[in-house]
């Protein structure tokens, strides 16, 4: 017998008219949907009149419920994992049964969609071509602090979720440890009706959000703007080396060549020369 497919589902974050087309008809079509919360996928699923067989699959008992999932898959059995709203397994169940998944040779296809992070970003003005997904900082301050200090240095944009219950405390912390000139935009209820995104700074944000209470309701995405990484003197002349080299020469050629100008090491140049010529 063939095995079944997995397929991990996007829903919508807020405006049910971003559910997709293929959503729906691969949600119709299959044999089981595995979901975060039944009674808040049945709204939904009510809503595209679709009726496929439903059971809970969640934080407190995928343990459980994997293996069973997998023998169902293994028996032929085509199944949708779906979270509450947005792409499962970012900040939502699912890492498990997709890794299992793996393991038995099963196939898992993504039927892509909403998602709170890269929408965030997508209006955030922040750079996107490099950014770190960090999902929800813990609740209690101390850990809060000490999480964000884990990317205090980091160059690459962060991206945050936080909750209503916490969004003002989050913000305070993280002008603490990133600084108070740190660019930051907050992205509150996407898609939604009072849907808001908001630039500033970590130093203007928490009085900006105590300033109206409506501001600190909803779900929040934080973009935050990375370390500027300041080049070295030396990193500067090889990159304007390489620059002019590879105007005329191939990578290969070009590297080998700044090597011996700057004094460098052959491989740093080499991954220099690949990122300035775009391959």
Not at 115 to 121: D, E, G, R, T
Not at 162 to 184: C, N, P, T, W, Y
Request: aromatic share 6%; proline share 4%; charged share 20%.
């Amino acid at each position: 017998m063939n095995q079944g497919t997995l397929y991990v589902i996007a829903t919508p974050i807020g405006n049910r008219a971003d559910m997709g087309e293929r959503a729906i008809s691969v949600l119709k079509q299959v044999d089981l949907i595995a979901a975060e919360d039944t009674r808040h996928s049945k709204i939904l699923l009510q809503h595209y009149n679709i009726d496929s067989s439903m059971l809970a699959y969640h934080d407190h008992n995928e343990e459980q419920m994997t293996p069973k999932l997998i023998q169902r898959l293994l028996a032929g059995d085509n199944i949708a994992l779906i979270s509450d709203a947005g792409t499962p397994l970012l900040s939502d169940p699912g890492y498990r049964l997709v890794k299992t998944a793996h393991e038995e040779s099963i196939k898992v296809s993504p039927i892509p969609g909403a998602c709170a992070a890269i929408a965030a970003l997508s209006v955030s003005g922040i750079a996107t071509d490099r950014f770190m997904f960090a999902g929800f900082p813990p609740h209690k301050q101390g850990a809060r602090q000490s999480f964000y200090q884990e990317f205090e240095h980091q160059a690459a944009t962060l991206v945050f979720y936080e909750s209503s219950h916490r969004i003002v405390a989050s913000v305070k912390d993280m002008q603490l440890v990133f600084g108070a000139e740190r660019k930051v935009v907050l992205a509150r209820e996407i898609t939604k009706l009072f849907e808001t995104v908001h630039s500033s700074t970590l130093g203007e944000l928490p009085e900006w959000l105590q300033a109206d209470n409506n501001q600190q309701k909803g779900e929040f995405v934080l973009v935050v703007d990375g370390v500027e990484v300041q080049m070295s003197p030396q990193s500067a002349e090889l990159e304007q080396v390489l620059k002019i080299l590879l105007e005329e020469l191939p990578v290969k050629q070009a590297s080998k060549m700044a090597a011996k100008i700057t004094g460098m090491k052959k491989n740093q140049v080499y991954k220099l020369a690949l990122e300035l010529s775009g391959k």
